[in-house]
């Protein structure tokens, strides 16, 4: 597992071409089809269970065949995350709607698809941390919203600001849900199930929960998982509104 950020210098999508290697290409095998079967068995099994080895026993190949392609796994890796983040539905951005409005819708698709990507592939939070976002996919995704943000007026460390508002809280969101959900899933409960067991640890380990009993309860309405689509919703509703306080705070430019 990638335990740090990487070296750009050392991405497969900035590095130069390498030489190929001798011999014939595996028959059978592409790297599309390498890195499809990988981002299968990171859903089935997260990153730490992932190896090269496997992955190869997975495609019926030896792992040298898998080398032919990829020259290691962190290659791999930064593959299929790309792999998965163009998954993501980008809405086109409207020339013949409200640009004033547009640019909120738009914004707030883009922070939907980025927090289903994650409830799918969950590791792709974790991998999104370490490398950098320089796949095509990724590329594409930011671009889309950086033209959606320019058509609110902001520019300059603004709009990185408004960008990372809602984006970095999308992000934050679902890499924390994706978290909770591995929780479920070792424990063997459901979401309801442990929530209360939590919360009745909790609850025994500070009593000033207590205290604030009306506001986080043993019993959640709708159960977890829509209080956390609810939690979603809002907090994307304030970081918008946010980006509105700071564009009526601040002259638009030209």
């Given at each position: 597992?990638?335990?740090?950020?990487?070296?750009?210098?050392?991405?497969?999508?900035?590095?130069?071409?390498?030489?190929?290697?001798?011999?014939?290409?595996?028959?059978?095998?592409?790297?599309?089809?390498?890195?499809?079967?990988?981002?299968?068995?990171?859903?089935?099994?997260?990153?730490?269970?992932?190896?090269?080895?496997?992955?190869?026993?997975?495609?019926?190949?030896?792992?040298?065949?898998?080398?032919?392609?990829?020259?290691?796994?962190?290659?791999?890796?930064?593959?299929?995350?790309?792999?998965?983040?163009?998954?993501?539905?980008?809405?086109?951005?409207?020339?013949?709607?409200?640009?004033?409005?547009?640019?909120?819708?738009?914004?707030?698709?883009?922070?939907?698809?980025?927090?289903?990507?994650?409830?799918?592939?969950?590791?792709?939070?974790?991998?999104?941390?370490?490398?950098?976002?320089?796949?095509?996919?990724?590329?594409?995704?930011?671009?889309?919203?950086?033209?959606?943000?320019?058509?609110?007026?902001?520019?300059?460390?603004?709009?990185?600001?408004?960008?990372?508002?809602?984006?970095?809280?999308?992000?934050?969101?679902?890499?924390?849900?994706?978290?909770?959900?591995?929780?479920?899933?070792?424990?063997?409960?459901t979401e309801d199930e442990l929530h209360r067991?939590?919360?009745?640890?909790?609850?025994?380990?500070?009593?000033?929960?207590?205290?604030?009993?009306?506001?986080?309860?043993?019993?959640?309405?709708?159960?977890?998982?829509?209080?956390?689509?609810?939690?979603?919703?809002?907090?994307?509703?304030?970081?918008?509104?946010?980006?509105?306080?700071?564009?009526?705070?601040?002259?638009?430019?030209?």
């Amino acid at each position: 597992m990638v335990d740090r950020p990487r070296d750009p210098s050392v991405s497969v999508w900035v590095a130069p071409p390498k030489a190929r290697r001798r011999g014939s290409a595996p028959t059978g095998l592409s790297r599309d089809a390498i890195v499809r079967a990988a981002v299968a068995l990171l859903d089935a099994d997260g990153i730490q269970a992932f190896s090269m080895r496997k992955l190869a026993g997975e495609l019926d190949v030896t792992p040298m065949s898998v080398y032919w392609y990829v020259d290691n796994k962190d290659e791999l890796l930064e593959l299929a995350l790309d792999e998965v983040l163009g998954e993501m539905r980008i809405p086109p951005l409207n020339a013949d709607a409200d640009a004033d409005a547009d640019w909120r819708h738009h914004l707030r698709t883009l922070a939907h698809e980025y927090r289903r990507c994650i409830q799918q592939h969950p590791w792709a939070a974790q991998l999104a941390g370490q490398f950098l976002a320089l796949g095509p996919h990724a590329v594409s995704f930011t671009t889309s919203a950086v033209a959606a943000v320019a058509r609110s007026g902001l520019a300059g460390d603004r709009l990185g600001g408004a960008l990372g508002l809602v984006l970095q809280f999308a992000y934050g969101f679902a890499l924390a849900e994706s978290q909770w959900l591995l929780r479920v899933r070792v424990a063997g409960l459901t979401e309801d199930e442990l929530h209360r067991v939590v919360y009745g640890i909790v609850e025994q380990a500070d009593a000033r929960l207590l205290e604030n009993a009306d506001l986080v309860s043993r019993e959640v309405e709708g159960g977890v998982a829509a209080a956390r689509d609810r939690q979603f919703e809002q907090g994307l509703d304030m970081a918008l509104a946010g980006i509105d306080a700071a564009i009526a705070a601040y002259p638009r430019r030209g």
